[in-house]
């Protein structure tokens, strides 16, 4: 079907691809269990591969349930189609393998979700090479590429310290040379960020993060606008049956019905916490690009309509012992390594590791705690961050 993303996020979230008639006047979409679906006749069978789009045959290739949250986020995404995956990883890999080759090299922003799926799969079996920038100015990337440079990874803002890619930027460096464009979209979805109208080829979403937002489900899904490439990952996820279930794809459906809301309210929390933790004395540095204090709070502006729930700070501490009692004083927040569900999360990625690596990352310290700010509410969050730090 045509998408039409002429509309505003919530009539496609709430209406577009439901299609009543289709459906038996059904105000949600049935689940199509079924593994594979019969014929009208041998003609049909011996041309199956002609079939026109509002026809299935077998669910490895496309299933109808699914086609429904494809459409959806294609036109929040001002895609022209999506296809959604059992995972983000195995969308992530499906980009990869549709865009490069053995002995071609990628471009990837350092702590980006499929840093080391690249390095340990694509680079270390496949005769792949992958170089690895900071990515807070275009000219990094830039100075990165070379002859068979494919593709360039962005993830914006990053997961762990939130720095920014600059995507108009780097968008023009890779069109220079005639390079593809991937970012993960995840932390913004098409809420409060659309890459494809800045010129990127191709955006993942991880449905276990807003997308799904109940915390139930593992998915992926890609958006492009570029034939060619929608073809080639078609072929792939059919070939790998890497296609999401009906179940969690109709899980997923569920989740961006109230996406809208569910994202302006984990904003106004954690900017409400954001606030706090920039004023606590414990607190050496908040890492959320929300506030004016964040270096490149004037490029989020230009690209990012909002943020979301997840953010990190370092506690002034030398100490050790400091970070891990602040972390078992804490009530509500729980610990755990993923976010974009309705319950709030925390995690210390850099304690086990060296203050050299931290800084790699762009920490200034291994004290970073990252958190997710869940529905919870923030006077509620406050008051148990408040709680640990007085007992920390």
Known sequence: MDL????DNGWIAEHLGDDYG?????????????????????????????????????????????????QKIAAMEHGKAGVAFSSGMAASAASILAICRPGDHIIAARNCYIEGFIQHFFCDRYNMSCTFVGGTDPQEFEDAI???????????????VFSLQ????????????????????????????????????????????????????????????????LKEIRMIRGSFGSIIGPMEGWLMLRGVRTLEPRLERHQETA?????????????????????????????????????????????????????????????????????GGFESLVCTPFMNGTLENAQKQGAKSRMLVRIHCGLEGADNLIEDLDNAFRHM
């Open 146 to 160: 070379q002859p068979n440079t494919k593709l360039i990874c962005m993830e914006t803002p990053l997961s762990l």
């Open 22 to 70: 289709r459906f038996l006047n059904s105000v949600v979409p049935p689940i199509f269990m079924n593994s594979l679906h019969v014929f009208d006749d041998i003609e049909s069978y011996c041309h199956r591969d002609q079939l026109p789009p509002d026809k299935y045959f077998y669910g490895r290739g496309k299933n109808p349930t699914v086609e429904v949250i494809e």
């Open 4 to 7: 039409d993303y002429t509309k």
């Open 271 to 339: 900017l409400a916490v954001a606030h706090y933790l920039e004023k606590n004395d414990r607190v050496s540095v908040v890492h959320y690009a929300g506030l004016e204090s964040h270096p490149q709070y004037e490029l989020m502006k230009s690209q990012q309509t909002g943020n979301c729930g997840l953010m990190s700070f370092e506690i002034d501490t030398q100490n050790d012992e400091d970070v891990y009692n602040f972390v078992r004083n804490l009530n509500v927040f729980q610990i755990g390594v993923s976010w």
């Open 166 to 229: 600059d995507i108009r930027g780097v968008v023009a460096v890779a069109k220079k040379h005639g390079i593809k464009t991937y970012i993960d979209n995840s932390y913004c979805t098409p809420i409060f960020q659309t890459p494809l109208d800045m010129g990127v080829d191709l955006v993942m979403h991880t449905a276990s993060k807003y997308i799904g937002g109940h915390s139930d489900i593992i998915g992926g899904l890609l958006v492009t606008s570029d034939e060619e490439l």
